[in-house]
């Protein structure tokens, strides 16, 4: 099943979205996801319960519709990595934010860092990738740390005033804070950049936010 046909994919939309409410970690939920599709479960009865918190999809500035799709191209994207090895799976991450996808990770090899990235071009609904992919060694003290810095980065976000944290998107490889999703307007982008450099570690931020109003968004259905 492709993203292009996302009208008809009525059993990954479900599960997407599904997934996307219940407010499961992103890479298992992904995981999840495939799982559960490749052994026939019902979407039906996973999407019970899910309606309750259907309101936080909606006050995405995606909407409930592109944060469907968004996580359904997550699926389709780790189905294809999984096919390649657990340890080529968990060897990457990625953000996804109408249908701009962001990948991140350490390496050993570039020919890793050029199969995930042509991976991720094949769900129809994805029109952008961008490659932050690093190659380089890592252990795993460095995730360790990387994880926890984000933990606290989405709390920081999330209680910072007059910044809406669930249209932002963060990672943390290596000390560097990768920020994807759509700001209000520059006075928000600010305050979210100021807040991660003021937190303890971090070495960098580099961000792919797009403004509100920025004519390079793509609506959900509108999208190739």
Not at 58 to 85: H, M, N, P, Y
Request: charged share 20%; aromatic share 6%; net charge negative.
């Amino acid at each position: 099943m492709t993203i292009g046909a996302i009208a008809n994919a009525v059993t990954v939309r479900q599960v997407s979205a599904a997934m996307k409410w219940l407010f499961l970690p992103s890479r298992v939920a992904a995981m999840l996801a495939v799982t559960l599709l490749a052994g026939g479960c019902s979407p039906v009865g996973m999407v019970i319960g899910a309606g309750a918190t259907a309101g936080i999809a909606a006050s995405e500035e995606r909407g409930i519709d592109g944060a469907a799709i968004d996580t359904a191209i997550r699926v389709e994207i780790s189905k294809l990595w999984l096919d390649q090895g657990i340890d080529f799976y968990n060897a990457f991450d990625m953000q996804i934010y109408e249908g701009r996808v962001l990948l991140t990770g350490r390496v050993p090899t570039q020919e890793m860092a050029d199969t995930a990235i042509r991976l991720a071009w094949r769900p129809g609904g994805a029109h952008e990738v961008i490659n932050e992919i690093a190659v380089a060694g890592g252990d795993l003290a460095e995730f360790t740390v990387d994880t926890l810095a984000a933990t606290k980065l989405r709390a920081e976000l999330t209680f910072t005033r007059d910044v809406r944290a669930i249209n932002y998107s963060t990672r943390v490889v290596d000390g560097t804070v990768y920020l994807l999703g759509i700001a209000q307007d520059e006075d928000e982008l600010d305050r979210v950049v100021r807040t991660v450099r003021a937190m303890s570690g971090v070495r960098g931020v580099v961000s792919h936010v797009l403004m509100k109003n920025d004519p390079q968004r793509t609506a959900p259905g509108n999208r190739p």
